[in-house]
């Protein structure tokens, strides 16, 4: 079975970091570009950073430029995101997703984020 | 960057009875491989959006066929034939075109 495990989300200050993981299991994790997509509290879906196999490309949302790396590690079959410099509008539950055919599929539960004083 | 925008964004329908949703992007999502880029996603109460279309017209794994994906371009629609009451939820647009990757606002489908 396909699987998607997200860890490491928390609450924050402002400004502060945060590095977010994603167990991948089920699939050959090394063959799949990976995603991470982010939902506000009672908004919708915003996609936020991809990143090709091995690592070869990473695109990111201009609103995370600069602040949120995206990496992988395709030996323990994980996915991450660190986070810096987060802002009250960062706070969201965070999903990892496998990327094929264009799409998302499946995702993890996610993890929430809140960033707050 | 690639608008999406769905309408409507509640639905009410009685169970049994069909119901349609629209997608428009702003710009034409078709690929050079002739596929459209567009996926459409479920995300029940409390759960996880889960893939119920891609490329415009596919069927994902161990979706019911009372779904179905249509359209081309910048024009789509995502039918179901008869409503359950499991398909309650907000329903999601995606282009997976080019990045940034952008989702439409959300159809909130609701049993009457």
């Known amino acids: 079975e396909v699987q998607l495990v997200e860890s490491g989300g928390g609450l924050v200050q402002p400004g502060g970091s945060l590095r977010l993981s994603c167990a991948a299991s089920?699939?050959?994790?090394?063959?799949?570009?990976m995603t991470w997509v982010r939902q506000a509290p009672g908004k919708g879906l915003e996609w936020v950073a991809n990143i090709k196999q091995a690592g070869s490309e990473k695109y990111y949302v201009d609103s995370v430029k600069g602040r949120f790396t995206i990496s992988r590690d395709d030996a323990k079959y994980s996915l991450y995101l660190q986070m810096n410099s987060l802002r009250a509008e960062d706070t969201a539950v965070y999903y990892c997703?496998?990327?094929?055919?264009?799409?998302?599929?499946?995702w993890g539960q996610g993890t929430l984020v809140t960033v707050s004083s | 960057d690639i608008v999406m925008t769905q309408s409507p964004l509640s639905l009410p329908v009685t169970p049994g009875e069909p119901a349609s949703i629209s997608c428009r992007s702003s710009q034409s999502l078709l690929h050079s491989n002739r596929y459209n880029c567009l996926n459409w996603y479920l995300q029940k109460p409390g759960q996880s959006p889960q893939l119920l279309i891609y490329l415009g017209s596919s069927r994902a794994s161990g979706v019911p066929d009372r779904f179905s994906g249509s359209g081309s371009g910048t024009d789509f629609t995502l039918k179901i034939s008869r409503v359950e009451a499991e398909d309650v939820g907000v329903y999601y647009c995606?282009?997976?075109?080019?990045?940034?990757?952008?989702f439409g606002q959300g159809t909130r489908l609701e049993i009457k």
């Open positions: 089920g699939f050959t994790f090394s063959s799949y570009w």
């Open positions: 995606m282009q997976g075109l080019q990045t940034p990757i952008t």
């Open positions: 997703a496998r990327a094929v055919q264009w799409a998302f599929d499946p």
